[in-house]
C-alpha cells in the first residue's frame, strides 16, 4: 500500500566505511559492571581482601597492570565499595562497539533508519543485521532481479536446477530457482517486477549493505525470497494472495528458514481464504507483518483492512509516521487492531530502472512502513535464533519509541525500535517470570495498572492490569533490572515501585493505601 511520488535522487554524499564486526551486545542482567581501581599493593591481596566480606560479590576479571578488577555491583555494594580507604577510583565498563558507517552513497538521505523519528537501525547492526538463516519472503509485485543494489540480497531455490522444465524439488511447482508468480491465472517461474512496488518494497527490507551503492536495507544481511502476487498494474486478487502464501508455506515445510513474510498490500473485504491461507502461514511458524491502510486517517478498529485486520496472533499490522514522528496523513491507525508505526512518508529505496527511470526513489505508504517492521523482526529473529513469531511480536511491540501523538493511535502507541528490539532480542534467549499481588487490608486489589519498564540500557515497557483477586504476571520477560509500578486512581502505595534483578523467576508484592 503506497503513494508513488516521483522525486530523481539528486547529489549523493559519501562515508566512509569502517570495519563492521558484528557484536552480541545486550544490557546487564546481574546489575551494571564496574572496573574497580585499587590504591596500593598486588591486585591478587586486593582482591582477596576487597570481597572477602561478601561472598555474593565476584571478581570476573583482573587488570594487573592498572591494578584494578572488573565486577558487577549493585548499587548498595557500588557504595560500600567506593566507601573503602584503598579503593582509588570506580568506573562502569562501559560497553564498546565498532563503529560501522556504510558506505552505501544515499545511506545519509534515508531518514527512516538514521533520522530523529527513525528506527535506530545503525545501532542495531552493532548487534545484527539479519542473517541468511533467517530469510524474509517479500509477497508483492515481484523484484528487479537486474537492480544493482539487490545483488547480494536474493534468495535462490538450491532445490531446482534453472530452466530444465522440472520440478525437481517436488513442491509443485516447475523452475522456481528465484521465486514465483502468482499475479496471473497462468503464473510462471518468474516473479519480475513489471510495477516497482515490490522493488522498492524488497530494499527496504533488505537492500545490499556496504556496497559502495544507493541504499541499504533494516536487515541487509538477510535473503529475500520474491513471491509475486499483484500485477503489472500493482492490482490482484485474493486467490493471488492464498496462492503466494501457500507457496510460503510449501518451502517452510521443504526446508527453507523463512522467519518473516511482509504483506504490503490489502482489500477492505474480509475473506475465509485469506483467513485460512494466513492460518497456514502462521502455524509453522512465520511472522506476518501487514500494512494498515491508506485510507487517509481511516480507523481500522471500525472499518478493517485485511490482512492488517486478520484475527492472527502472528500477524503485526503497521501505521506510517512521518518525518516529524507523527502519523502520516495518509495512514489508517486503529488503537487496538493497528500495532506498531514505522516511518513510510518519503522513504527512499530501489526501484526499476526500466520502469523509473532512476534506480531510486522517494514514496509514501503504510506500504514502506510494513518492510522496516519486516526487517527489524528479521534482526531479532537473528539475534534469538530460538525466538517464536508471538516473541518476536512482543519483542517489537515491548520496545517501540513512545511518542505522545501515537498513544491512542496504535496498540503500542510508539515507532518501532530497532536497536532496543535487538538487543532485548538477544537477551530473550533467557526468558523468566515475575508474578505478584496488590492488597489493601490483606485483601487483593482489582484493576491497579501494573507497569514493567527496563531499569537500564534500551526501552522495554510492558503493563497488565491486577485481576479481581489482585494478582498479575507477566511471561517470556527477557533477562535484565526491571522497575514494577502500581497505580489505580484513589490509590497510594507503602512504596512507588519496587526494582527486580531477573536472574531467576521473581514474585513482588505491593500494599495500597
Known sequence: MCLSRAKIVGGVLCTVASIFAASQLSYAADGERYIVRFKTEGISTLSSKAFAASKSVRAERVLPLDN?????????????????????SIEVDQRIRAFFEPNDTSFPLQHGLTGTFGVAAPA????????????????????????????????????????????????????????????SDTGDSDPTDENGHGTHVSGIVAATGNNALGVIGVAWQTKLIPVKCLDDSGNGYLSYLVNALDYVSRLKDQGYPIAVVNMSLGTDERSEALNRAVE?????????????????????????????????????????????????????YGPTTVDVTAPGAGILSTVPVGIKGVPYDYIDGTSMAAPHVSGIAAI??????????????????????????????????????????????????????????????????????????????????????????????????????????????????????????????????????
Open 68 to 88: 584494578s578488577i572488573v565486577v558487577s555491583l549493585t548499587a548498595e555494594e557500588r557504595a560500600a565499595m567506593a566507601a573503602r580507604d584503598d579503593v582509588e
Open 124 to 183: 542495531a547492526w552493532d548487534i545484527s543485521a539479519g542473517s541468511v538463516s533467517k530469510l524474509v519472503a517479500v509477497v508483492d509485485s515481484g523484484v528487479d532481479f537486474l537492480h544493482e543494489d539487490l545483488q547480494g540480497s536474493l534468495w535462490s531455490n538450491s532445490g531446482e536446477i534453472a530452466s530444465n522444465g522440472i520440478d525437481d524439488d517436488g513442491n509443485g511447482y516447475i523452475d522456481d530457482i528465484r521465486g514465483y508468480d502468482f499475479g
Open 280 to 332: 497456514r502461514v502462521a502455524s509453522r511458524g512465520i511472522l506476518l507483518v501487514a500494512a494498515a491502510g491508506n485510507n487517509y486517517g481511516r480507523n481500522n478498529d471500525e472499518t478493517p483492512s485485511f490482512p492488517a485486520n486478520t484475527d492472527n496472533p502472528n500477524v503485526i499490522a503497521v501505521a506510517a509516521s512521518n518525518s516529524s514522528g507523527s502519523l502520516a496523513s495518509f495512514s489508517n
Open 380 to 513: 531479532v529473529a537473528a539475534a534469538n535464533p530460538a525466538a517464536k513469531p508471538d516473541l518476536i511480536k512482543a519483542i517489537i511491540l515491548a520496545t517501540v519509541t513512545p511518542r505522545s501523538s501515537l498513544s491512542k493511535k496504535t496498540v503500542s502507541g510508539g515507532i518501532v525500535n530497532a536497536h532496543a528490539a535487538a538487543a532485548v532480542g538477544v537477551a530473550s534467549q533467557s526468558l523468566y517470570k515475575i508474578t505478584g499481588t496488590v492488597k489493601r487490608r490483606q485483601r487483593g486489589v482489582s484493576k491497579v495498572a501494573i507497569v514493567l519498564k527496563l531499569s537500564t540500557g534500551v526501552s522495554y515497557r510492558r503493563t497488565t492490569t491486577t485481576s479481581s483477586t489482585g494478582r498479575f504476571s507477566f511471561s517470556n520477560v527477557p533477562g535484565g533490572t526491571y522497575t514494577v509500578t502500581p497505580s489505580r486512581a484513589g490509590l497510594r502505595f507503602s512504596v512507588k515501585s519496587r526494582r527486580v534483578a531477573l536472574t531467576a523467576n521473581k514474585q513482588v508484592s505491593f500494599t495500597a493505601r
